[in-house]
């Protein structure tokens, strides 16, 4: 029996990518939420993965990614209003037809996509935290945002 692999190309500002869906969706389907990091930072970042808006959960499942399941998240302190400044990534199964191809040290220069407070750019050189058990090739997601402290447990 052949097997059929279902790559998707999409055009994301800059960017033209080959996903290939199926076995990103895969990865986070199967991986397990028990796994990762217990601080309270990462609690809180998942925790308002439930409150995300139907357009960031869409672009989300159109990389096939489950937000609550962490490639990395990491804290940044508070804005002045009192929103706690994330920055981190995902990894997705897919490449960079066209387009930058490392945000690290441009992030300020890059046309990069914004849904709600969040911004997104994509990686293909210089990726961290890559799991044993993920499909390559590998892509980062990288995201910027400011989100809410929801959870009971202190920041500190």
Not at 27 to 37: G, L
Not at 101 to 129: A, P, T
Request: hydrophobic share 35%; aromatic share 14%.
């Amino acid at each position: 029996m052949e097997v059929i692999k279902i790559m998707k190309k999409i055009i994301i500002t800059d960017w033209q990518l080959e996903i290939d869906f199926d076995r990103t969706q895969n990865y986070y389907s199967n991986h397990n939420i028990e796994e990762d990091c217990k601080c309270s930072s990462c609690k809180n970042y998942r925790a308002n993965c439930d409150h995300f808006s139907k357009q960031l959960m869409e672009f989300f499942q159109l990389l096939g990614v489950d937000p609550s399941k962490e490639g990395n998240f990491m804290e940044f302190g508070l804005t002045k209003d009192g929103y706690v400044i994330y920055m981190g990534f995902y990894h997705v199964v897919e490449r960079i037809d066209e387009g930058p191809d490392y945000v690290d040290d441009k992030w300020e220069q890059l046309n990069l996509f914004k849904i709600d407070q969040f911004e997104f750019g994509f990686s293909s050189r210089d990726i961290s935290c890559i799991p044993d058990d993920f499909p390559t090739p590998v892509l980062q997601l990288e995201f910027k945002t400011t989100i809410p402290w929801i959870i009971e447990e202190s920041r500190e």
